[in-house]
Structure formats: C-alpha cells, structure tokens
C-alpha cells in the first residue's frame, strides 16, 4: 500500500525540550510538507521541501527544523524555542513541487501528530 | 497575498437534507482549487480539486463544488448529507505561477448531521 505515515501518533513532550516527529512517503513523490494545525485556525505551512537536500521556511518556521536526506523521509524536529508547540502536526507530499505544474501540485496527506506539551 | 475565507464555522443539518459549505478566495490570479475533508484525530483526505476545464468538479463521496471565477468562489455542495459525513472540510487555494509551498488553507467548517 502506498501512502504517508506519520509516527507517533501522540507524543507528549516536557517543556524546554526538543522532540522530532517522522514522516515517510513511499509514493515517489519529490514534494513533502509540514503542516501545524490548531483549533479554529485551519493548516498554516511549516516547511517544505521540493527536492532532495533542499527545504524552505513556510509562515511558522520559527521553532522548527527540518531535513530532507531522503526522497521517502522528511522529519520535523520541534524545539525549545517554539513558545507554543501544543498541536496537531499533518505531513503532506505531492509528485511534484517545482511551480506552475498542474495535476502534480495535489497534496496527499499522513494521518497526523498530536504534540502536547507538559 | 492569498487569502480564503470560509464563511460558516458550523454548519448542522439533519440527515438526507442538502447542503453547502461556502468557499471565497481573495485573488483574481490563476488558481487551483481543493476541498479536503477531516474526520477526526485523522490527516486530511481529498475530495475533489479543480484545475480546469468544467466549473462544476464531481468528487469522492457524492460532493461537487463548482468554480465561479468571478465571485471567486468554490461553493461545496451535497444534494443528501448521511451521519456519517460528520467531520471537518477545509477549502485550500494554490497559486500557479509562483513559488510552490503556498497552498492556502481556509479555517475549516465543521458539519454536524443529525439524525
């Protein structure tokens, strides 16, 4: 089966610590993403990443990394210096990421990863 | 810059009653179109997207939305909701001709069916 898995599932962190969240694709898809999502405010874009060994800053880098050593894996690392980590974090993948590609621009989702912080 | 608006943060409706979920964009530039549904503790999965051609885009599930470009909305509608299409559906916009990365997510609108 083809798909995107996210792991854990749940993950509980204590405050002034560094915690990473996995992400594998085994869809072939050059394009993954990394989402944060919190009540009542839709998905606002983390990360992202077209092609092997290259990433960019979305609207709420600040906190995060990331890296892209892989074409099937693409972790967030969420640091102590993200004030408010407290989530529910979607990684997503498309064929591909390069501009003004039709079709290839669909973005397929991984089932999610719930960050509480204690 | 981009934005997406989508008007109804809740929307009840009792079983086999039609519905529509709102969606308004904010720029007049090409775009491509999605709607995603959520159910919950769970990713997002795709229902239908428009790219071209036909304004009216048929999906998963018996959804279809249509493409109005000069309303710039892309309105979610189902003739008969059932319990089980009780999640989260969001409205997300892509700018072609850009920079990737900026898919634009609306807040989402959750739908309640009740029996």
């Known amino acids: 089966d083809g798909g995107i898995t996210q792991s854990p599932k749940y993950l509980f962190r204590k405050e002034g610590q560094n915690v990473t969240l996995s992400c594998e694709q085994n869809?072939?898809?050059?394009?993954m993403y990394w989402y944060r999502q919190d009540p009542g405010q839709g998905l606002r874009l983390i990360y992202y990443?077209?092609?092997?060994?290259?990433?960019q800053k979305g609207d709420i880098a600040e906190g995060y990394s990331v890296s892209r050593e892989k074409k099937e894996s693409f972790p967030l690392t969420v640091t102590s210096a993200q004030k408010n980590p407290t989530a529910f974090y979607l990684c997503?993948?498309?064929?591909?990421?390069?501009?003004?590609?039709?079709?290839?621009?669909?973005?397929?989702f991984g089932p999610g990863t719930r960050l509480t912080v204690l | 810059a981009q934005s997406v608006t989508q008007l109804d943060s809740q929307v009840p409706v009792f079983e086999e009653a039609p519905v529509e979920l709102r969606c308004n964009y904010s720029s007049s530039v090409s775009v491509y179109l999605f709607w995603y549904v959520q159910y919950p503790n769970q990713g997002l999965q795709l229902l239908l997207k428009y790219l071209s051609g036909s304004t009216l885009v048929k999906g998963i599930n018996g959804f279809e939305a249509e493409f109005n470009k000069s309303q710039t909305s892309f309105h979610l509608r189902k003739p008969s909701v059932h319990i089980s299409d009780t999640a989260e559906y969001f409205c997300?916009?892509?700018?072609?001709?850009?920079?990737?990365?900026?898919?634009?997510f609306g807040k989402g609108t959750k739908l309640s069916v009740k029996p």
């Open positions: 869809l072939n898809h050059d394009a």
């Open positions: 997503a993948s498309s064929i591909d990421g390069l501009a003004g590609v039709r079709d290839t621009d669909t973005q397929y």
């Open positions: 997300a916009v892509l700018n072609y001709g850009g920079s990737q990365g900026n898919l634009i």
């Open positions: 990443s077209q092609i092997v060994n290259d990433f």
